[in-house]
């Protein structure tokens, strides 16, 4: 038996158009995001990919981009599921920062280990800087699991656990999962499904708002390539997404 699994990263967001890292920063959708969340939907409603059940991060980025889809698709009324370990990488002390005059500032180099490295993160964020999630309502409950700056390799960990125990199993009873979630966040789980090596996930951009289709076996390996529903979108819209800051 094969399962089917779609992810979508969120529309274009209010700090995807000014070109700001953003990370955990609770930013909203732009006119244009509203858009390819709905573009995303009636794809995958022409393509016949109908959810069961979604998973979302707690940012509303995602959570409007899931309403908005499903919508568009008649699944508006499945079962919805939300954890902090789907949201974006925490991207530390560049929150709020501005990619152009960030790679103008530190260098091609640093930029590039900042933004796209498996290992190596920002410096943190302080809990009293002025894009920090400290203290928010949301987060409660994390404790010590609370980031403060994250690579790659810090999202890996903290969102395989979820994986594992909260998707595979919506996966195994035969359900056609949506997950919608975030460029860094579904980057990790590209990684995982796709056993992209540490070095090679430089080179994956995920872009806004485009369905990516995988056909899962009964060990959760993908049974082909991930499929975008609009191929030739989306491979426009990951150029666009690499070129950040240039
Ligand atoms: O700013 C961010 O949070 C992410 C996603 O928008 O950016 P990047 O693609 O540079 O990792």
Same mark, same amino acid.
């Given at each position: =038996?094969?399962? &089917?699994?779609? %992810? ?30 709905? !573009?995303? @939907?009636?794809? =995958? !409603?022409? +393509? @016949? ?6 998973? &979302?991060?707690?940012?509303? !980025?995602? #959570? ?10 008649? /699944? ?5 599921? !939300? ?5 974006? /990488? ?21 930029? =590039?280990?900042? /933004? /796209? ?17 400290? @203290?928010?309502?949301?987060? +409660? ?10 690579? %790659? ?52 951009? #995920?872009? &806004? @708002? =485009? ?22 979108? +989306?491979?426009?819209?990951? +150029? ?7």
């Amino acid at each position: =038996m094969t399962s &089917t699994l779609v %992810l979508l990263r969120h529309g274009e967001s209010e700090w995807n158009a000014k070109n700001l890292f953003t990370g955990w920063v609770d930013v909203n959708l732009t006119e244009k995001g509203r858009g390819e969340a709905v !573009r995303g @939907g009636e794809l =995958m !409603r022409e +393509a @016949g990919v109908l959810p069961d059940v979604v998973h &979302t991060s707690l940012q509303r !980025r995602a #959570i409007n981009t899931a309403c908005l889809a499903l919508d568009a698709a008649d /699944r508006h009324w499945i079962p919805v599921r !939300r954890s902090w370990r789907l949201n974006e /990488r925490h991207y530390g002390a560049l929150q709020g920062k501005d990619k152009k005059q960030t790679l103008a500032e530190f260098g091609e180099e640093q930029f =590039m280990l900042w /933004r /796209r490295s498996f290992d190596v993160p920002p410096p943190p964020l302080d809990d009293d800087a002025e894009h920090s999630q400290a @203290g928010l309502p949301q987060y +409660a409950d994390l404790g010590e699991d609370m980031p403060r700056t994250e690579c %790659l390799k810090d999202v890996i960990a903290r969102f395989l656990p979820y994986w594992e125990s909260a998707i595979v199993p919506d996966l195994r009873a035969g359900h056609t999962v949506l997950v919608a979630a975030h460029g860094n966040s579904l980057r990790a789980l590209v990684k995982h499904l796709d056993r992209i090596g540490d070095d090679e996930i430089a080179g994956l951009n #995920i872009p &806004t @708002g =485009m369905p990516l289709v995988y056909e899962l076996d009964d060990d959760m390996r993908p049974t082909a390539p991930g499929r975008y529903l609009d191929p030739e979108a +989306a491979a426009a819209a990951a +150029a666009a997404v690499a070129n950040q800051g240039r």
